[in-house]
């Protein structure tokens, strides 16, 4: 019985849908699977799935699941999509091939540092606090094109721009924000939608959903 094919080809099917009625090339939206939490024998079926893009919150956890995994699939690529503490950087950098949560000046600044150091230079993506939600992490949309500036002058490529929507609220037009601000800023790489809400990210724009549950099962 493999649930993760199952679940993996109604997944696939909407991520088409989504991306054929937005009227953009439904390869152009890349699943990210969400693994945080998930023991190896699940990433190693998603990877029987054909899977090779992932997820992780926590760098100790991805750390711990996730070298190995990288030794036997050379196309797999890691993204970090919790928050990144600075004392973590070093072992971070060396991880993961994507970055997603860089939400801070202390962040980028240690990322520049450690990107010189180790000579890998994982993809970037901003944090933006598009609800402007105190209690989470982000860059506030206003601020993002000058964070943008700061992070360019200490070396760092930017690629694009992810988002976690406020809970119980409708996300479109968090989402719709984010496009804009991307475009704006001409960034390409667009990362919003989990699993609740990842055809409604497509249809605002999104270039990578981020996608746990709908997958994998409950955590
Ligand atoms: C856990 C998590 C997801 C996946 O959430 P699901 O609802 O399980 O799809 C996506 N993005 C971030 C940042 C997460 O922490």
Same mark, same amino acid.
């Given at each position: 019985?493999?649930?993760?094919?199952?679940?993996? *080809?109604?997944?696939?099917?909407?991520?088409?849908?989504?991306?054929?009625?937005?009227?953009?090339?439904? +390869?152009?939206?890349?699943?990210?699977?969400?693994?945080?939490?998930?023991?190896?024998? *699940?990433?190693?079926?998603?990877?029987?799935?054909?899977?090779?893009?992932?997820?992780?919150?926590?760098?100790?956890?991805?750390?711990?699941?996730?070298?190995?995994?990288?030794?036997?699939?050379?196309?797999?690529?890691?993204?970090?999509?919790?928050?990144?503490?600075?004392?973590?950087?070093?072992?971070?950098?060396?991880?993961? +091939?994507?970055?997603?949560?860089?939400?801070?000046?202390?962040?980028?600044?240690?990322?520049?540092?450690?990107?010189?150091?180790?000579?890998?230079?994982?993809?970037?993506?901003?944090?933006?606090?598009?609800?402007?939600?105190?209690?989470?992490?982000?860059?506030?949309?206003?601020?993002?094109?000058?964070?943008?500036?700061?992070?360019? +002058?200490?070396?760092?490529?930017?690629?694009?721009?992810?988002?976690?929507?406020?809970?119980?609220?409708?996300?479109?037009?968090?989402?719709?924000?984010?496009?804009?601000?991307?475009?704006?800023?001409?960034?390409?790489?667009?990362?919003?939608?989990?699993?609740?809400?990842?055809?409604?990210?497509? *249809?605002?724009?999104?270039?990578?959903?981020?996608?746990?549950?709908?997958?994998?099962?409950?955590?």
């Amino acid at each position: 019985m493999d649930t993760i094919s199952t679940s993996l *080809a109604a997944i696939q099917q909407k991520i088409m849908k989504a991306a054929l009625q937005a009227s953009c090339v439904p +390869d152009s939206v890349t699943l990210v699977s969400v693994s945080k939490t998930q023991p190896l024998e *699940a990433i190693e079926a998603a990877l029987a799935a054909g899977l090779r893009v992932f997820g992780e919150n926590r760098v100790q956890e991805a750390a711990t699941k996730f070298p190995a995994l990288k030794a036997l699939y050379p196309d797999l690529t890691l993204h970090l999509i919790g928050p990144l503490q600075t004392n973590k950087v070093a072992e971070a950098v060396g991880l993961f +091939d994507v970055i997603e949560t860089l939400d801070r000046l202390k962040l980028a600044q240690a990322l520049a540092k450690e990107i010189k150091k180790q000579g890998r230079a994982p993809r970037l993506l901003i944090e933006v606090n598009v609800g402007e939600e105190p209690q989470k992490a982000g860059i506030p949309p206003k601020d993002v094109a000058g964070f943008l500036a700061t992070c360019q +002058d200490l070396g760092l490529k930017i690629d694009g721009l992810m988002a976690l929507p406020p809970k119980a609220q409708d996300p479109a037009p968090f989402f719709a924000c984010l496009k804009t601000l991307a475009d704006s800023l001409g960034l390409t790489h667009i990362s919003m939608g989990m699993s609740a809400d990842f055809e409604q990210a497509i *249809a605002h724009g999104a270039t990578h959903v981020r996608i746990g549950t709908a997958l994998f099962g409950q955590r």
